[in-house]
């Protein structure tokens, strides 16, 4: 059997600078509080925890004072840093510099849409943390969308600014996009630049793995992706994996592969999310090399 690692997975470098200013900061700090798990990964945030790292939700930063906090790749809304200076918080600050860019673009598109009577429309998970941070952008009157039902709340007649979370799939942005058009086609008998203006920002360090996974599924017989179940971007690429290969297997680490999706002639594919630690990766590879013997004793 064979069993190869895919090189183009494992962290984005927003994700990877994120973890290291965290590694950093606790080598010289007997504790470090992480607004929101540090990366979509179970795993990875045991093995954070247990080197002082402390993860605590919004309502929890409020009863804070007098410490360090960490900013996660995803972003923070300007609510957050304004709490930080009222509370004495010091910001371990390490939001991606693609998250923070769009969260510019957001602010400046929501600023020109108030004066034109616009909306801004976010494409992606409402309650996600880069979404949150997105929304806060526009004093929470962003519209999410992530279904077609949540077009229902888009107001057709006045004009429209899409947006979408980074970490969402290239096909659903544009699928999405022209569900728009046609409905503000049919409310105004004409689509320009007025009405609707569409801004794919779609980070292509995560776009770029579609068409990679497609071809790693293709190759490979048995895929096992590998990623923690919260992640947005995980659910997106194992569906990639599993539209071009039925034996792709989702799995959060090695405990839940079964030896039967595999026969020893196979060859063995593992990838993951952007916030897939290579590490969890490759153990998994020594677990199913573990399996190998068994799998020819039992064709034996």
């Known amino acids: ?68 906090v960490l900013i996660r790749a995803h972003g923070e809304p300007p609510e957050t840093y304004k709490m930080a200076i009222e509370n004495n918080i010091e910001l371990i600050d390490a939001s991606c510099p693609v998250v923070l860019k769009l969260q510019h673009r957001v602010k400046t598109a929501f600023d020109k849409m108030e004066k034109e ?51 969402k799939s290239t096909r659903g942005f544009y699928e999405l996009k022209s569900k728009i058009e046609e409905r503000i086609q049919a409310e105004k008998g004409a689509l320009n630049e007025v009405d609707f203006n569409a801004n794919d920002s779609i980070c292509r360090q995560v776009s770029n793995r579609e068409p990679q996974l497609q071809k790693f599924a293709q190759e490979n017989d048995v895929i096992i992706f590998v990623s923690g179940k919260k992640s947005s971007n995980g659910k997106a690429l194992y569906q990639v994996c ?16 079964n030896p039967l999706w595999f026969k020893p002639e196979d060859k063995v594919g593992i990838c993951g999310a952007t916030s897939t630690p290579m590490w ?11 399996l190998e013997q068994d799998l020819v004793l039992d064709k034996g």
């Not at 997975?9 to 900061?25: P, T």
């Not at 494409?123 to 949540?150: C, N, P, R, S």
């Open 117 to 167: 009577n616009g909306q801004i429309v976010i494409y992606g998970k409402k309650g996600h943390a880069e979404v949150i941070g997105l929304t806060g952008q526009t004093l929470e009157k962003a519209i999410v969308v992530m279904e077609d039902k949540d077009l229902e709340k888009i107001d057709y007649s006045r004009p429209v600014t899409l947006f979408s979370q980074t970490t």
């Open 242 to 257: 599993r539209n071009e290969n039925l034996r792709s297997y989702f799995v959060e680490n090695e405990t839940e592969i």
């Open 280 to 290: 969890l990766m490759e153990r998994i590879q020594r677990h199913i090399s573990s």
């Open 1 to 68: 059997m064979e069993i190869t690692i895919d090189k183009n997975s494992g962290y984005c470098f927003g994700v990877e600078f994120a973890i290291k200013m965290a590694e950093d900061e606790m080598e010289s700090s007997d504790k470090l509080y992480c607004l929101g798990d540090i990366v979509h990964n179970d795993m990875e945030v045991k093995r954070l925890s247990e080197k002082g790292l402390v993860v605590i939700d919004r309502d929890q930063l409020q009863q804070l004072s007098d410490c360090k």
